[in-house]
């Protein structure tokens, strides 16, 4: 026998059963995406490496560590996408789409980032995105809040979720942080590994967020960057609370909350669990206004988050799927012939609403009756030779067994199944 293949390390299957939780986070995405009016925009899975060099940054574990990238035939570096704000806004630059006006999109879609696969944490996951551009303003950012919170009430999770924000500040406020920080951080240099001494180099605010339990004292003691604030940003951020307050979503202030991708400012966010471990994190976002104009683009504001799929699948209660409206047996051999064209049309008369399954499993009276038992469907139709000769069917519902004239048929189901419905 040849040797099995299996599936790429950290790129998993989705099978059936986890899709039901799946299809029904998305259901109620584009339902909630429809009301506040924003719009889909589908993406490549490849774009430039170039693009997320410029914008999820040349420093960032992402960029210097996970990316799945390659050259094609042309000698080009591609990248599979580890993100969708880089090609989002590579898109919206060039066709155009935020000149003069304000946008607000959303994406669904695989991202890839070649991470140490845990529970949780895949090397392709999906991510539901949102993006608005052209709005500098608190409130926006007050809604694509809102609208992590109305995803987490629709699906019964919202006391599972808690928010937490942070502000970043101006460039030239984290420029002057940053080396406060480096100066902290430079006075237990021995404490530091290897990585964390170039972390400490090249990009300290990371090291507030780092999971070393030996740091955390340092950690705890680090300046705050909340205190080197601009008056503007403290009152953006001020003006944000207050909203939050007002629309009667929680929140707790961390000052520690970074970001792990480099285009970030002012406002950041996370959206956290104790319900999955260590991925503690569910959905994550904040302000971007400089990246349209580093990818090229007039200077623009923009804001948004990614929620990962997954991970708020595997908090949804497990569904037993239950696959038949009607489940039809024929319980005696060489009969399925000449019910199958009947079928059809009951198909047909009954509609798309109802989920009409026919069991081709055949085999003898005594096996079919043995599966009629087990079967989870709300009506069961059972077809044998002596009933169908008299125009006969059998409905089985509730637990009552019923004989129906084969024209009556679909009226009856369509009222037993479809009422109230
Ligand atoms: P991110 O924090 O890198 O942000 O990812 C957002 C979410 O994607 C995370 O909170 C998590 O739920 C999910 N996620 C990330 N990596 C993995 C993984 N390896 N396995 C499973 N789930 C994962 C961004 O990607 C930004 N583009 C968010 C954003 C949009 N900021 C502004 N607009």
């Known amino acids: ?18 899709l039901m939780a799946i299809q029904k986070i998305e259901h109620c995405i584009r339902t909630l ?10 993406l490549p899975l490849l774009e430039m490496t170039e693009l997320f060099k410029r914008s999820v ?23 599979l996408r580890p993100e969708g704000t880089a090609g989002c806004m590579r898109a919206g630059i060039e066709h155009g789409l935020f000149h003069n006006r304000v946008q607000k999109l959303w994406y669904l879609g695989p991202m890839f980032r070649y991470e140490r696969p ?23 950012e007050a809604e694509v809040i809102q609208l992590g919170r109305r995803l987490w009430e629709m699906l019964g999770l919202d006391e599972y979720i808690q928010l937490q924000i942070n502000s970043l500040g101006s460039n030239e406020d984290r420029a002057r942080y940053r080396e406060k920080l480096q100066a902290h951080f430079h006075r237990a240099k021995d404490q530091l590994s290897e990585s964390e001494l170039e972390r400490l180099d090249r990009n300290p605010l990371r090291l507030l967020d ?52 480099d285009y970030y400012q002012d406002t950041v966010f996370e959206w956290v669990t104790d319900k999955l471990g260590a991925q503690n994190a569910v ?35 497990e569904e037993t799927s239950n696959e038949a409206d009607i489940m039809v047996y024929c319980l005696d051999e060489g009969l399925i012939d000449k019910v199958y064209p009947w079928l059809e049309s009951l198909r047909q008369m009954i509609g798309d609403q109802l989920r009409l399954v026919v069991d081709h499993q055949m085999g003898s009276r005594k096996r079919q009756l043995k599966r009629v038992e087990r079967s989870q469907a ?29 024209d009556q048929l679909s009226s009856w189901l369509q009222q037993a199944l479809l009422q109230g419905a």
């Open 33 to 42: 995406t429809q009301s506040y009016g924003y719009s889909e925009i589908r």
């Open 210 to 261: 780092s999971k070393n339990p030996a740091l955390k004292a340092l950690i705890d003691e680090a300046p705050v960057l909340h205190d080197d604030l601009s008056e503007s940003s403290k009152a953006h951020f001020d003006a944000l609370c207050q909203l939050l307050t007002d629309l009667g979503i929680n929140y707790t202030h961390n000052p520690h909350l970074v970001r792990g991708l």
């Open 118 to 140: 845990q529970k949780g944490r895949y090397r392709q996951f999906h991510q539901w995105g949102v993006e608005v551009v052209g709005l500098p303003g608190y409130a926006i």
């Open 378 to 406: 709300a009506s069961i139709i059972m077809i044998d030779q002596e009933k169908w000769q008299m125009d006969q069917i059998t409905v089985k519902m509730d637990g009552t067994i019923n004989d129906i004239a084969k």
């Open 283 to 317: 959905a994550a976002g904040g302000r971007y206004d400089g990246l349209v104009e580093q990818l090229g683009g007039a200077e623009n504001s923009a804001v948004g988050f990614a929620m990962g799929i997954e991970r708020l699948a595997a908090m949804m209660p």
């Open 57 to 79: 940054g040349e420093e960032t574990d992402i960029v210097g560590k996970e990316m799945y990238s390659f050259l094609d035939r042309n000698d080009e570096s591609l990248t």
């Open 1 to 18: 026998m040849s040797k099995t293949l299996k599936a790429v390390r950290g790129m998993p299957d989705i099978l059936p059963d986890t």
